[in-house]
């Protein structure tokens, strides 16, 4: 079973900023792709940012301009560094990582953007 070590998750005022990190086991050059997906109470799940191995990035347009994605190769790890937060980023934050197959998921984490 791949694990996807998240962390990074946090409260922060509008306007603060967060960096998301996800590792995985292995190399992360065996994956096509990794990646940030949210989930926001009663609501579905949705696209924040992916990279892939072709480090083709590509941003849900709420997160254009505001969010950036990155790959460490020694580290195994993704980042999402997020600025400019608001009230509306609140959500659980997912990792992903396709394998050319499957998409393997991380547990999650919570990140709250409130005043």
């Known amino acids: 079973q791949v694990q996807l070590v998240e962390s990074g998750g946090g409260s922060v005022q509008p306007g603060g900023s967060l960096r998301l990190s996800c590792t995985v086991p292995g190399s992360i050059l065996t994956f096509y792709s990794v990646g940030w997906y949210r989930q926001a109470p009663l609501k579905e799940r949705e696209l924040v940012a992916t990279l892939t191995i072709k480090n083709e990035r590509n941003f849900a347009d709420s997160a254009k301009g505001r969010f950036t994605i990155s790959r460490d190769n020694a580290q195994n790890t993704v980042y999402l560094q997020m600025n400019d937060l608001k009230p509306e980023d609140t959500a659980t934050y997912y990792c992903?990582?396709?394998?050319?197959?499957?998409?393997?998921w991380g547990q999650g984490t919570q990140v709250t953007v409130s005043s």
């Open positions: 992903v990582a396709n394998d050319y197959v499957y998409d393997r």
